[in-house]
């Protein structure tokens, strides 16, 4: 069964730091493109804001840029994104997807994992 699940979203203060994980099952991540995306109150899932590809390239949407890193364990068929200095905007549900593109558009990814929520508040 493929499957990809999120998970280390919570509650946390501005200017704190989270690290989600998207773990793969029933696939090798290595055949795959990562795009992290989020979806924040009220507003529609919009494209990658952040990608890993197994070469090691990455791509950082300008807004996340210096905040957010995303990496890869190959072993644990696993990925994860750090998130640093969390802003109030940062909000929203962060989802992985899997995709044999590198590209932004959610349309190209093929396997979605169920999302995980942050929240930046005092």
């Known amino acids: 069964q493929v499957q990809l699940v999120e998970s280390g979203g919570g509650l946390v203060q501005p200017g704190g730091s989270l690290r989600l994980s998207c773990a793969a099952s029933?696939?090798?991540?290595?055949?795959?493109?990562i795009g992290w995306f989020r979806q924040a109150p009220g507003k529609e899932r919009e494209g990658a804001i952040c990608?890993?590809?197994?070469?090691?390239?990455?791509y950082y949407e300008d807004a996340v840029k210096g905040r957010f890193t995303v990496s890869r364990d190959n072993a644990k068929n696993t990925v994860y994104l750090q998130i640093n200095f969390l802003k109030r905007e940062d909000t929203a549900v962060y989802y992985c997807?899997?995709?044999?593109?590198?590209?932004?558009?959610?349309?190209?990814?093929?396997?979605w994992g169920q999302g995980t929520q942050v929240a930046v508040s005092s």
């Open positions: 029933g696939f090798s991540l290595d055949n795959y493109a």
């Open positions: 997807a899997a995709s044999r593109y590198w590209s932004i558009n959610p349309k190209d990814y093929d396997y």
């Open positions: 990608m890993s590809n197994s070469d090691g390239s990455t």
